[in-house]
Every structure is written in C-alpha cells, then in structure tokens.
C-alpha cells in the first residue's frame, strides 16, 4: 500500500514550546486526516483537510493541505503535557475504501 | 450520535488457543468497518476492511480471518493463535472509505 511518511520520527520538547511536524506522500491526495492516540487508546480524529492550500485550526492545533497535494503540517501552539502522544496524518486510498496512515510522530513534553 | 465499542480491553491467550475481538458501532447504518494492528510503537497495519454484511476485504496474508454477521457488527478470529500475533487491536468505522475513520479504544492482546 501507499507509504506515508511523518517527520520527525521523534519529538522532545520542554512544555510551552510550540511543534511542527510533516507528512509527505509520493501520490497526490485529495483529502488529509490527523490523528493524535494517547498511550493505549485509539486514535482520535484532529483535523481533517479537503482542499490545497487548506488551513484549518482546532484549539492549538493548526494543520495545513500541501499545495502540492503531496503534504500536510500539523503545528501544535504552547505545548502542554496532554499534548503527549504519538501523531498521525492519514490519506485516502484510489479505489477510496480506505485510508493509508503514516509511520506516526512520537511527542513528549517535558514539564 | 456514534459509538464504537471494542471487546475485550485486554486478552491474554496461549499460543494455539482461538481467538475472538468483537467490534460494534450504534448510531449509524451500513458503515465501512475496519480492523488494524498495531506492534508496540509502531504505525497502523490494516488488516481487514468491510464496506457490507459479509463482505470483507484482507489486506495481508496472515494466521486471522474477520466476518461481518450483522451490519453493525464486526468480528476479528483466529482458529490458533502464534506468538506474533500479539499486539494491539484496533476496531475503526466511517461513513464511506473516503470518510475519515473513528476508531474504537483497542484490545491489547498478548499471547504467551
């Protein structure tokens, strides 16, 4: 299936300090889902982004449609420890039964 | 409004033993339905994907099987299991396969 790849694999950040991480795709999508899953739970649908360009905001959270149609940014404002959990962005298969999900974004948030 | 439920939260198993995750969603009518696994620290492995009643789609090869006996109820089995079948267990539905996807609160699996 499609591969989609989040950077970083990893964050390390003291609380207050606003995040910014990637996912890129070699097809063009037209539809861009973030996830966030707390330890042991499932994930939870953040933001989803329909068209190029788009920008859209949750609370803190703000994620952006590529222009390229190839990425999507999800920036997290003023980190909170909460904010701990591993990111997800996720795009729409061809045959549109499916989504693929990308290799995840691990955040830690150190009080 | 739509709920999805997942059970058991947490299943310990013997290798060899069989093996039912039962999945349900209220709420919502002929939904896709969806079940993942998920190795520690790792991404999302679709395994199974069910757009009707029994109607079901495998993404990989492997030792599990699903089937969707009612509209709104989707279940994951295994006849024995193998030690690399632990891991976490997610359940998901949407509307249409172009719909973002909800997901329930996992089993976590552990064969011993």
């Known amino acids: 299936g499609q591969q989609l790849n989040q950077s970083p694999q990893s964050m390390f950040i003291q609380e207050g300090e606003d995040v910014s991480m990637n996912c890129t795709s070699s097809s063009i999508f037209n539809t861009w889902l973030w996830y966030k899953q707390d330890p042991g739970e499932g994930p939870v649908l953040l933001i989803a982004l329909y068209k190029a360009g788009e920008l859209t905001s949750n609370g803190r959270l703000t994620a952006q449609f590529g222009i390229t149609r190839k990425d999507s940014f999800l920036n997290i404002s003023a980190s909170i420890p909460s904010d701990v959990g591993i990111y997800f962005c996720?795009?729409?298969?061809?045959?549109?039964?499916?989504?693929?999900f990308g290799t995840g974004t691990s955040l830690t948030v150190i009080p | 409004s739509q709920t999805i439920h997942q059970w058991p939260a947490t299943l310990v198993q013997p290798v060899g033993s069989p093996l039912s995750l039962e999945c349900t969603v209220e709420g919502t009518s002929n939904p896709n339905l969806y079940w993942y696994r998920q190795a520690a620290g790792r991404g999302l492995q679709l395994l199974f994907y069910?757009?009707?009643?029994?109607?079901i789609s495998s993404e990989v090869p492997q030792n599990l099987s699903a089937s969707r006996p009612q509209d709104r109820q989707f279940i994951l089995s295994s006849k024995k299991l193998l030690l690399s079948d632990s891991g976490f267990y997610l359940c998901a539905w949407s509307h249409r396969g172009n719909q973002p996807q909800h997901f329930g609160d996992g089993t976590r699996l552990s064969i011993l």
């Open positions: 996720a795009g729409p298969s061809n045959t549109g039964n499916q989504f693929y």
């Open positions: 069910s757009v009707g009643i029994g109607q």
